[in-house]
């Protein structure tokens, strides 16, 4: 699922950062965006998305995707958000 999510969001003009939390150096890396959007993560659903800018840096969460989709609804829902 991720690998259709990833190309979704590519086509899109997004970066895709695959975030797995047994991935400890990358799950370090992001934790900060995981943690303002759900601090203790109880409302977070599998897979969660959060869309955000400069995830690098002094980020912003622009919005999130939550739980797999039919085809098609996930780039609805990604669009919904960039067009914001």
Do not use: N
Not at 10 to 28: G, N
Not at 55 to 79: A, N
């Amino acid at each position: 699922m991720s690998f259709y999510d990833a190309k979704v969001a590519q086509e899109l003009e997004l970066e895709f950062i695959d975030v797995k939390m047994q991935d400890t150096a990358t799950y370090r890396k992001y934790r900060q965006i995981l943690m303002a959007q759900y601090p203790d993560k109880k409302d977070m659903g599998w897979p969660t998305y959060i869309v955000c800018e400069s995830p690098d840096d002094d980020f912003k969460i622009m919005g999130e995707v939550k739980g797999g989709h039919p085809k098609g609804e996930f780039r609805k829902r990604l669009q919904t958000i960039l067009e914001g």
